[in-house]
């Protein structure tokens, strides 16, 4: 699809942005229905609790990637709060706690961005090999003297007779 104007085409991109059914990737696993029954019974979330909607960053992971866009993010951080209104904050559109966009060369923060990095992380880490131990010590080398055991003995007295000059 491509737009003319003034005898220059330029090309339209769409992007398209899901739809989220948070309740349905919630009830998808044990922890998550359990979570369900709690915030729909509670109308409130305990840290535990929050700590539980890493459910929601694996599901974006799998379907989105590692590095799922800014639209999906907000999306998702978007379709929380008119699926548990107890999870609206009070700042602009209720979803800022769960997603904000960066700016001003900040970067992004919320609950599912927090989530998303702590995932890559350990993803990272685990990728990475191990350091082996090493059963010996490890040894430094101190290379021969090569000054005189008679002129290292006089460095000595003078050392402890003076503290100037330092070098």
């Known amino acids: 699809m491509e737009e003319e104007t003034t005898g220059v085409t330029i090309p339209l991109v769409l992007h398209v942005i899901p739809g989220f059914d948070i309740r349905q990737i919630l009830t998808a696993s044990p922890e998550g229905r359990l979570l369900v029954e709690s915030l729909d019974k509670d109308n409130l979330i305990t ?7 890493v459910i929601l960053v694996s599901h974006l992971i799998e379907k989105f990637g590692e590095t799922p866009t800014t639209e999906t993010k907000k999306a998702m951080a978007s379709a929380l709060v008119p699926a548990f209104p107890c999870l609206k904050d009070t700042t602009g559109s209720g979803s800022e706690t769960w997603y904000a966009q960066g700016r001003n060369h900040r970067p992004a923060t919320g609950f599912l961005e927090e989530g ?4 890559k992380k ?37 050392l402890r007779n003076n503290t100037q000059p330092i070098s």
């Open 116 to 119: 998303l990095r702590n995932i």
């Open 47 to 53: 840290i535990k609790q929050r700590c539980c909607m």
């Open 122 to 158: 350990r993803l990272r880490s685990m990728s990475r090999p191990q350091r082996e131990e090493v059963d010996e010590p490890y040894r430094t080398f101190i290379p021969e003297s090569t000054i005189s055991q008679e002129r290292a003995e006089q460095f000595k007295e003078w």
